[in-house]
């Protein structure tokens, strides 16, 4: 096993010194300051890092270059007085390093304007001849900057003092790969290299920078703008890649570089930077630039899910490794925010069972090296062939596996796992990648949490309103997903449920109430219980929603509420479906074609009293798919509703029913969040063994019990059923006594057999129970029914059916 230890450390001040050297070799470079500055975020594990320069009176140092996350997270200004109180006027003025931690950085101004607390910031002299100006860099690693990263950060400082990059350009001296963008007026200067990478020769451009973004594909133009047009551009480099025009061939791929410098008096602002082609980017600061790009990316990712998304995209395809995984650390479990590949089949069979799941968790002691590498905070790397691994992680990377534990101030924030499967050689140079990537990780996942922990609350109370688990289902699977929206901190009224009915039937039902608020997360549950315990009874779905719409407009509310409601019985491979004002269901069949179902619809619940919901029937084949989500995935401020729902039914077609979950999740991606979002997915595949069944009517007549054993005789006789026969036909007897002599109305005799249970079922008109006596008299003429029932049958009970009951007895048959 190969550490990052104590000898890796000291070597850090001497890989800094070789990357400096290297940098400074050509101090005309455009890009010269700003790849120094990346340095920081490398060799000293800072989040944040810039130079200042004085002004064109002398009076005010402004921020002229940064790398790293927003100075806004940290309350930083683009500027500061040289006469003011501040970290970076007192190390200009004096020539002295500050050295600043949480407690000094409380009594700063800044710290009103920032909500973090625990960082530390370093403010170091860049003084060169002439050139004067001061290094600012923030770290939020445990103890603030280190003896060598202290080291560090001075060598940085006095890199980046040499003579600033850009003067060349605003004298005219450009170099064939640089340009400067005139901000007020759109001229540009260009070299001859760009020129011939735009096609174009020194006699045909015009200066205008229209003129070179005519040659773009137009796709790319926006991202473009985004850079040239003043209003967008901030202090600072932005890197971007877009694409050319060719007079034959695709098109090319052009990496644009640049920056803004501040204008002054009778000098406006300019872009400058470089163009060049995006495959031959230097490789000597590839780890430098991933790095960059990572910082900029956890920039913006306002979530957990953006965070892990955004670490796999940096470092996934750099390294060429074969899967990583990315989990939270909560209490002592783990919980996975992302998996990629995402296919169950990648991973070991432990993340396969126990952490693809509703919500995929494990605890950290089932893997004891992981929970070693979290309390130690530090990287830990094995080789291929590594024998001190349990397999949950050895299988992660056979050739290779990189743990990085990912530290958010005083804390653990969680883990990466990066693996290979054939042997990886892991460099000094990608092993300072991987820390410092792990150090902006869990930062990123901090401030995450800091953003949307609310949301995670409000998640949280919308969950324990829905079922925790799905249950188990007779010939389908189903799964569900819940997204809570983003904008706003109110719960919402999304919910779903899947509810188990006799005879192999099973309810799905999705539904929204109005608005986001407290009182609509109690409708939900309401609507919810209400619609399950209407089902239970053995309505048919028309009747549920009819009674679920009058218990509605009974309570004293002003909401309502959208609902779908699908009845599958997965006997027979048919559905049918009631719409409340709810988005119909979409439909892949199991040749890869979707449909939305032309369902008839009513209003929603609680608007009209007297209203129909009429039943629409659907034809189900072994691998069809049922979708059934809320608006809050197919409409968006942008998108129309009809064109969402065409949207979802492509992105059925191109996924693979097999894989449920992962469909699932596929789905949601790209989600809008600007309202809740709830789905629920049901692959129907049939039942391998079908029950046969045969029904009777009980007339009331005086023989009417020997009529039902007569006719149950026949059935056992024609299924075969020959050795448990008494048994049967003493509780038919029983049953259909009972029925008849306690209650009025209709009788009904089922009889089923699946595999070697046979059932039996009589319903009734009363709501009421049976009641098995707890003691009989030996003279006692009646009540030994049940007794008799119960001591026949493997199980018996009884459930409620519309307007009444229906008792039911399952017998076990030997031999099948």
């Given at each position: 096993?190969?550490?990052?230890?104590a000898t890796?450390r000291r070597?850090?001040?001497l890989?800094?010194e070789?990357a400096?050297?290297a940098?400074?070799?050509?101090?005309d470079?455009?890009e010269r300051r700003h790849?120094?500055?990346?340095?920081?975020?490398?060799f000293?594990?800072a989040?944040?890092?810039a130079?200042?320069?004085?002004?064109?009176?002398?009076?005010?140092l402004?921020l002229?270059?940064?790398?790293g996350?927003?100075r806004g997270?940290y309350?930083?200004r683009?500027g500061y007085?040289?006469?003011g109180?501040?970290?970076?006027?007192?190390?200009?003025r004096?020539?002295r390093p500050?050295?600043?931690?949480p407690?000094?950085?409380?009594?700063?101004?800044e710290?009103?304007?920032?909500p973090?607390?625990?960082?530390?910031?370093?403010?170091l002299?860049?003084?060169?001849g002439?050139?004067r100006?001061?290094?600012?860099?923030v770290g939020?690693a445990?103890?603030?900057?280190?003896p060598?990263?202290r080291?560090?950060?001075?060598l940085?400082?006095?890199?980046?003092?040499?003579?600033a990059?850009?003067?060349?350009?605003?004298?005219g001296?450009?170099a064939?790969?640089a340009?400067?963008?005139a901000m007020?007026?759109?001229?540009?200067?260009?070299?001859?290299?760009?020129?011939?990478?735009f096609?174009l020769?020194?006699?045909d451009f015009?200066?205008?920078?229209e003129t070179?973004?005519?040659?773009t594909?137009p796709?790319?133009l926006?991202?473009?703008m985004?850079?040239?047009e003043a209003?967008?551009?901030s202090?600072?480099?932005r890197e971007?890649?877009?694409?050319?025009?060719r007079?034959?061939?695709?098109?090319?791929?052009?990496?644009?570089r640049?920056?803004l410098l501040p204008?002054g008096?009778?000098?406006?602002a300019?872009?400058v930077?470089?163009?060049?082609?995006?495959s031959t980017t230097r490789?000597?600061?590839?780890d430098?630039a991933?790095?960059q790009?990572?910082?900029a990316?956890l920039a913006t990712?306002g979530?957990?899910?953006d965070?892990?998304h955004?670490?796999v995209?940096a470092?996934?395809?750099?390294?060429?490794?074969?899967r990583?995984?990315?989990a939270e650390?909560e209490?002592?479990?783990?919980v996975?925010?992302v998996?990629?590949?995402?296919?169950?089949?990648?991973?070991?069979?432990?993340?396969?069972?126990?952490?693809r799941?509703e919500w995929p968790?494990?605890p950290?002691?089932?893997m004891?090296t992981l929970?070693?590498?979290?309390?130690?905070g530090r990287?830990q790397i094995?080789?291929?062939?590594a024998?001190?691994l349990e397999p949950a992680l050895a299988?992660?990377?056979?050739?290779?596996l990189?743990?990085l534990p990912?530290?958010?101030g005083?804390?653990?924030?969680?883990?990466?796992l990066?693996g290979?499967d054939?042997?990886?050689?892991f460099?000094?140079?990608?092993r300072a990648?991987?820390?410092?990537?792990a150090?902006?990780a869990?930062?990123?996942?901090?401030?995450?949490?800091?953003f949307?922990a609310?949301?995670?609350?409000?998640?949280?109370?919308?969950?324990?309103l829905?079922p925790r688990?799905?249950?188990?289902?007779p010939?389908a699977?189903?799964?569900?997903?819940?997204?809570?929206?983003?904008?706003g901190?109110?719960?919402?009224?999304?919910w779903y449920?899947?509810?188990p009915?006799?005879?192999?039937?099973v309810?799905?039902?999705?539904?929204d109430?109005?608005?986001h608020s407290?009182?609509?997360?109690?409708?939900?549950?309401?609507m919810?219980?209400?619609l399950?315990a209407?089902a239970?009874?053995?309505h048919p779905p028309d009747?549920v929603v009819?009674?679920?719409n009058?218990?509605?407009?009974e309570?004293e509310t002003?909401?309502?509420?959208?609902c779908?409601?699908?009845d599958?019985?997965?006997?027979?491979?048919?559905?049918w479906?009631?719409r409340?004002g709810?988005l119909?269901p979409v439909?892949r069949?199991p040749?890869?074609?979707t449909e939305i179902?032309?369902?008839e619809?009513?209003p929603?619940?609680?608007?009209?009293?007297?209203?129909?919901?009429?039943m629409?029937?659907?034809g189900?084949?072994?691998?069809?798919?049922i979708?059934?989500t809320t608006d809050g995935?197919?409409?968006?401020p942008?998108?129309?509703?009809?064109?969402?729902l065409?949207?979802?039914?492509?992105?059925?077609?191109?996924?693979?029913?097999?894989?449920?979950?992962?469909v699932a999740?596929?789905?949601?991606v790209?989600?809008q969040?600007?309202d809740d979002v709830a789905?629920?997915l049901?692959?129907?595949d049939?039942?391998?063994?079908?029950?046969?069944?045969?029904?009777w009517?009980?007339?009331r007549v005086?023989?009417?019990?020997r009529?039902?054993?007569?006719f149950?005789?026949?059935?056992?006789?024609g299924?075969?059923?020959?050795e448990?026969?008494?048994a049967?036909?003493?509780v038919?007897?029983?049953l259909?006594?009972?029925?008849?002599?306690?209650?009025d109305?209709?009788v009904?005799?089922d009889?089923?057999l699946?595999?070697?249970r046979f059932?039996v079922?009589?319903a009734?008109?009363?709501p009421?129970?049976?009641?098995?006596?707890?003691?009989i008299?030996?003279?006692?003429?009646g009540?030994?029914?049940?007794?008799?029932v119960?001591?026949m049958s493997a199980?018996?009970g009884?459930?409620?059916?519309?307007g009444?009951?229906q008792v039911?007895?399952?017998i076990g048959?030997?031999g099948r």
């Open positions: 096993m190969v550490r990052e230890g890796e070597t850090r001040v890989r800094a070789a400096l050297k940098l400074t070799a050509d101090p470079s455009p790849r120094v500055l990346e340095q920081a975020l490398v000293t594990g989040t944040f890092v130079v200042y320069t004085p002004g064109e009176e002398g009076d005010r402004r002229i270059e940064s790398a996350v927003p997270l309350g930083l683009d007085t040289v006469d109180h501040s970290p970076v006027a007192d190390a200009y004096t020539g500050v050295w600043l931690g407690a000094e950085l409380a009594e700063e101004p710290a009103r304007r920032t973090f607390r625990d960082y530390f910031l370093a403010a002299p860049a003084h060169h002439d050139e100006g001061c290094l600012l860099a939020e445990p103890g603030g900057f280190d060598d990263a080291k560090c950060l001075e940085i400082a006095d890199a980046v003092a040499c003579p990059p850009g003067r060349a350009a605003a004298r001296e450009l064939t790969d340009f400067a963008l007020d007026t759109g001229r540009v200067e260009v070299g001859d290299d760009i020129l011939d990478l096609g020769g020194p006699e015009d200066g205008r920078v070179l973004l005519g040659h594909v796709e790319d926006p991202s473009l985004s850079v040239v209003g967008h551009m202090i600072g480099e971007l890649e877009f694409r050319v025009l007079p034959s061939g695709p098109p090319r791929w052009l990496r644009l640049g920056r204008g008096k009778g000098r406006p300019q872009l930077g470089t163009v060049a082609e995006a490789s000597d600061v590839s430098v991933r790095v790009r990572l910082a990316a990712a979530t957990v899910r965070v892990s955004a670490v995209a470092l996934r395809r750099p390294l060429r490794a074969d990583i995984a990315l650390l209490g002592e479990r783990l996975v925010t998996l990629d590949p995402p296919e169950p089949e990648a991973w070991p069979e432990l993340w396969r069972l126990e952490w799941t968790d494990a950290v002691r089932a004891p929970a070693a590498a979290l309390r130690e990287a094995w080789p291929a062939g024998t001190a299988e992660v990377g056979p050739g290779g990189a743990v990912l530290p958010a005083t804390r653990m924030a969680g883990a990466c990066i290979w054939t042997p990886h050689d460099g000094p140079d990608e990648l991987l820390t410092a990537s150090g902006l869990g930062q990123a996942l901090m401030r995450a949490h800091a949307d609310e949301h995670e609350l409000v998640g949280m109370l919308q969950r324990q829905l688990r799905l249950p188990q289902l010939g699977t189903a799964v569900a997903r819940y997204l809570p929206a983003t904008a901190l109110e719960v919402g009224g999304d449920d899947v509810i009915l006799p005879d192999n039937h309810a799905l039902v999705i539904g109430v109005q608005g407290a009182a609509a997360a109690t409708l939900m549950g309401q919810r219980t209400a399950r209407y239970t009874e053995g009747v009819s009674h679920a009058r218990l509605l407009l309570m002003d909401l309502f509420a959208t779908c409601y699908v599958v019985d997965t006997e027979e491979g048919s559905a479906c009631v409340a709810h119909p439909l069949h040749d890869g074609t179902a032309e369902a619809g009513g929603p619940l609680g608007v009209v009293a007297q209203a129909d919901f009429p629409t029937l659907l189900l084949q072994p691998g069809t798919l979708a059934l995935l197919v409409e968006s942008d998108t129309d509703i009809d064109d969402g065409d949207r979802l039914a492509r992105d059925l077609a191109g996924s693979d029913p097999a894989h449920l979950g992962l999740d596929t789905l949601l790209g989600a969040r600007n789905l629920l049901m692959r129907y049939g039942l391998a063994v079908r029950p046969r069944r045969e029904s009517t009980v007339w005086p023989e009417a019990v009529h039902a054993r007569r149950t005789r026949r059935t056992l006789r299924w075969g059923v020959t448990e026969a008494d049967i036909l003493l038919v007897s029983e259909v006594t009972n029925a008849l002599v306690h209650t109305g209709r009904r005799l009889l089923t699946v595999g070697s059932r079922a009589v009734d008109a009363s009421r129970s049976p009641v098995k006596p707890t003691s008299g030996w003279e006692a003429t009540g030994r029914g049940l007794l008799l119960e001591a199980t018996w009884t459930v409620p059916v519309s009444g009951k039911w007895s399952e048959l030997s």
